[in-house]
């Protein structure tokens, strides 16, 4: 069992930076792939970035690549994803997810993960 908590939403504005963190519980293996998700009024959730626990390999959505950046803290349990160059599309709630299972084969599905947190809420005005 993972329990896996976000914080760091906000508002900010366009521009602007933010730092989400997923501080994650239980028993936490190398081999786990932590994924970051997001999901705006209207639409459906997408993927955004996913890193291994391990570290060494990430893997980034094309609308975010070179703004935002997944890293691991093993020492504090904890994935943070630095958000930077923000503009108003990526006003969403962000969520943290957890594969225990898969792998690293494909880590942009979302139903391949196991566990979800409650997520945290980022909106950018312009």
């Known amino acids: 069992q993972v329990q896996l908590v976000e914080s760091g939403g906000g508002l900010v504005q366009a521009g602007g930076s933010l730092r989400l963190s997923c501080a994650a519980s239980?028993?936490?293996?190398?081999?786990?792939?932590m994924g970051w998700f997001r999901q705006a009024p209207g639409k459906e959730r997408e993927f955004v970035a996913a890193?291994?626990?391990?570290?060494?390999?990430?893997f980034y959505a094309d609308s975010v690549k070179g703004r935002f950046t997944i890293s691991v803290d093993d020492a504090k349990n904890t994935v943070f994803l630095q958000m930077s160059s923000l503009n108003p599309e990526d006003t969403a709630v962000y969520y943290c997810?957890?594969?225990?299972?898969?792998?690293?084969?494909?880590?942009?599905?979302?139903?391949?993960?196991?566990?979800w947190g409650q997520g945290t809420q980022v909106t950018v005005s312009s």
């Open positions: 890193v291994r626990w391990s570290g060494g390999s990430t």
């Open positions: 997810a957890a594969d225990v299972i898969t792998g690293w084969a494909n880590p942009s599905r979302l139903h391949r993960y196991d566990y």
């Open positions: 239980g028993r936490i293996f190398s081999r786990y792939v």
